[in-house]
């Protein structure tokens, strides 16, 4: 479902200069790989979140050919499955409330005071992708792929190419890349009409709708010393289409709070989003530890802005196993158009979303990453915890159909993730 669905466009373009950038800034950080290699890695994410909404698993096969000194070849599938429930966007009342599916086809209820869970959050994607490099010359290092992924009603087709050339005795080197994506989506029941009551015969548009994204980023990686490894990115994402969430609706509230019609929400249908990003890596000689810390900075057009900061420490202990403590800190600022609910008699605002992933949020992830050898290879166990605060005005909540009521629930989730490369 949409409502799940995430742009791969900005993560395959980042994949792609970061392998030119570490391949040639710092070349004496690993081995190179013998020609006519195979290289395979293995992973399985489990998610869970609190009182039974998303719980996703993926597995994941990464195969990497070596074809010689300058050239490799990357194939990568991905399988997720998620099922559960996710809030539809709807506030909480101090009387059960009952919705209609997205499909039109039943009903389901929630219980007086609970946060409104759609329970038919249920999906499968297969995502299969390719990535080329090939080291053109000396200082010039070439990356270009293509990725595929399908789920029930939603189809995403990406390209991405980068190009990284090294200067000062490899000490530094300049990225850019950019990444192509067409998306096609198709949610079951239609695309609903947006602002339009759910129970309104009419509320059903087209069957599908389109959404184009065009990447661009440019880097810039410096080898400080032996030790410190430092990286400036600057990215350029416009993004054209429908991006809308089809299953995300809103509560027309009345002067005593209570809801007496939902109808769909509605988003732009351009946005430009841009980000600043820094990231040093330090390995304390002679411990053989790395201290890893970034920081990124995000805004866009539809008023949002958010900081995140991330820190990695990896320790390493006797033969040959090791630790890595992980801390992450992110915060959000809302959507211009982000609101937990419509007054009844007022009109219909051209933008709205109560979807709280566009509100105003903090979220805190720590974990601990644990690795060691299994014959010659590297196997590694992940587990982290994950919560997520929403703020707002708490004052919203009024009248009998909203007194004592969580407008802003907070969110917590579990992830365990292995990896295995061999």
């Not at 710092?26 to 869970?48: F, Q, R």
């Not at 029941?189 to 980023?217: F, H, Y």
């Not at 014959?375 to 703020?391: D, H, I, K, M, P």
């Amino acid at each position: 479902m949409q409502l799940k669905s995430k742009n791969k466009t900005f993560a395959n373009i980042s994949l792609t200069l970061a392998a030119a950038t570490c391949a040639l800034a710092a070349p004496a950080m690993a081995a190179t790989p013998e020609p006519d290699s195979w290289n395979v890695d293995a992973g399985l994410l489990i998610y869970a979140e609190s009182d039974d909404q998303v719980q996703a698993y993926e597995g994941a096969l990464s195969i990497t050919k070596q074809i010689d000194d300058e050239r490799s070849i990357n194939v990568k599938g991905v399988v997720d499955v998620l099922t559960g429930a996710s809030p539809n966007g709807a506030v909480a009342q101090n009387r059960a409330q009952t919705f209609t599916r997205p499909s039109g086809n039943g009903s389901y209820t929630t219980a007086a005071g609970e946060t409104p869970l759609d329970d038919t959050f249920k999906d499968t994607r297969v995502a299969l992708s390719t990535q080329y490099q090939q080291q053109l010359n000396r200082l010039w290092l070439y990356s270009g792929g293509a990725n595929v992924s399908k789920e029930y009603d939603y189809l995403a087709l990406s390209i991405n190419s980068a190009l990284a050339r090294d200067f000062n005795n490899r000490n530094t080197t300049a990225s850019v890349g950019f990444s192509y994506a067409y998306d096609t989506i198709e949610p079951e029941g239609g695309i609903p009409n947006p602002g339009v009551s759910v129970d309104d015969p009419d509320n059903r548009l087209e069957d599908s709708e389109t959404k184009q994204t065009l990447d661009l980023l440019f880097g810039l990686t410096q080898v400080i010393n032996r030790q410190t490894l430092m990286q400036l990115n600057y990215s350029i994402s416009d993004i054209s289409g429908y991006q809308t969430d089809p299953f995300k609706i809103l509560s027309v509230v009345d002067s005593n709070g209570w809801a007496n019609d939902y109808v769909y929400e509605n988003r732009p249908d351009q946005r430009t989003k841009q980000s600043l990003f820094w990231r040093t890596k330090y390995n304390l000689q002679p411990s053989g530890q790395v201290f890893d810390v970034s920081y990124r900075y995000f805004w866009d057009d539809w008023g949002m802005a958010s900081h995140t900061i991330d820190t990695k420490w990896r320790m390493p202990l006797a033969n040959s196993h090791f630790i890595e403590p992980h801390i992450r800190y992110y915060n959000q600022q809302a959507a211009d158009f982000y609101q937990v609910y419509l007054d009844d008699g007022q009109p219909i605002p051209e933008y709205m979303t109560a979807d709280y992933r566009l509100g105003e949020l903090q979220t805190y992830t720590i974990g601990l990453k644990y690795g060691l050898p299994i014959a010659g290879n590297e196997f590694s166990v992940r587990l982290e915890y994950y919560l997520t605060q929403v703020s707002g005005d708490d004052s919203l909540a009024k009248g009998a159909g909203m007194s004592g009521v969580d407008l802003y629930p907070d969110k917590s989730a579990v992830m365990l993730q292995s990896f295995y490369r061999f």
